[in-house]
């Protein structure tokens, strides 16, 4: 079945960068946009960008331009998305999701990360 | 970009019927997405398009739209349903995604 399965919880200093990777199983990667959320603890969700596996190409929200950036390699079904500068306000539990058929399905299981000195 | 807005807490009585709704002028362009979200799990699709239920989903849930508002109705709640909600569409660009800030869903 189709399925995202994320990488494991960071901890991370002010000021550090973070890369969460995103394993596609059960459908090829490049045929379906990826996109990226993340929630912050108790908070909504909160939609980070969206990466074209096929091309490459990325569209972020405007809150995380400049600081974030969505990659992928095809040869391993495998997105990315690294975010730099971090602050304390940005631990949250990361998610990746396909989009198909005009919605977010599956999620990933989500990545916490966690950025404290 | 356009704003979703939800009500941020909703109740009904279990085996009652309750609408959740969210207003935004995507809505006038877009169809509308419902994810449901318990604790400690990532969020799942329960309504999308038109009126889709992806396979799983009891067909107790149902989406609709009205002008700017998007409703998802739960007709007949059960204790399983209690959960936070968030709808979700493209905004006015057509090129971003926007959230509402979620509904947290009490079954009495």
């Known amino acids: 079945q189709v399925q995202l399965v994320q990488s494991g919880a960071e901890v991370k200093k002010p000021g550090a960068s973070m890369n969460i990777s995103c394993k596609a199983s059960g459908y090829t990667l490049s045929a379906y946009y990826m996109h990226w959320v993340r929630q912050a603890p108790g908070q909504g969700l909160e939609w980070m960008g969206w990466?074209?596996?096929?091309?490459?190409?990325?569209n972020y929200a405007q809150s995380f331009q400049g600081r974030v950036t969505m990659t992928r390699d095809t040869s391993i079904n495998t997105a990315y998305m690294e975010l730099t500068r971090l602050s304390s306000d940005d631990t949250a539990v990361y998610f990746c999701t396909r989009w198909a058929s005009g919605t977010l399905d599956p999620w990933g299981q989500g990545t916490l990360v966690i950025v404290s000195s | 970009s356009s704003e979703l807005t939800q009500d941020p807490v909703v109740s009904v009585a279990l085996g009652q019927t309750v609408r959740i709704t969210c207003q935004g002028d995507?809505?006038?362009?877009?169809?509308a997405s419902w994810y449901q979200q318990k604790p400690g799990q990532a969020p799942v699709v329960v309504i999308y398009g038109k009126n889709n239920r992806p396979s799983g989903i009891p067909d107790r849930f149902s989406g609709s739209i009205s002008g700017n508002t998007a409703s998802l109705t739960i007709t007949g709640a059960q204790a399983e349903d209690e959960a936070d909600y968030y709808c979700n569409a493209r905004d006015s660009s057509g090129k971003h995604v926007v959230f509402g800030g979620g509904t947290k869903l009490t079954v009495l």
């Open positions: 990466l074209n596996p096929k091309s490459g190409d990325t």
């Open positions: 995507s809505f006038r362009s877009y169809y």
